[in-house]
């Protein structure tokens, strides 16, 4: 069992940054995928970040220039910095796992194994 814990949601106005941390307890692998996926009201979640313990990265074209992910395996922590924020980067942010997963760009929503609870960003313009 692992437990995702996401810190550093908030609010800012647009054009602000935040930056998003996940800490992994628990029996966390040293093969894996993992990312931030994001969800509103109106939007199914989505794939933001996702970055694998090779260090491949993967980035929605929506977020590609502005936010950067990296990981610490050392502290089982996961990080999501977030620049240039726009009104429609609102959501919440999840952090998830694949550890079925070596390669970034094929990790999807389905594949992940676990999820934390979230945490809201919130962009004003």
């Known amino acids: 069992e692992v437990q995702l814990v996401e810190s550093g949601g908030g609010s800012v106005e647009a054009g602000g940054s935040l930056r998003l941390s996940c800490v992994a307890s628990g029996d966390v692998h040293s093969t894996f995928c993992m990312g931030w996926f994001r969800e509103t009201r109106w939007r199914q979640r989505e794939k933001v970040a996702i970055?694998?313990?090779?260090?491949?990265?993967f980035y929605a074209d929506f977020v590609k220039g502005r936010f950067t992910i990296s990981q610490d395996s050392a502290k089982n922590t996961l990080a999501l910095e977030m620049n240039s924020l726009k009104p429609e980067d609102t959501a919440t942010y999840y952090c998830?796992?694949?550890?079925?997963?070596?390669?970034?760009?094929?990790?999807?929503?389905?594949?992940?194994?676990?999820w934390g609870a979230g945490t809201q960003v919130t962009i004003s313009s």
């Open positions: 970055i694998d313990s090779d260090g491949n990265t």
């Open positions: 998830a796992a694949d550890f079925g997963c070596r390669y970034a760009p094929y990790a999807d929503r389905n594949g992940m194994d676990y």
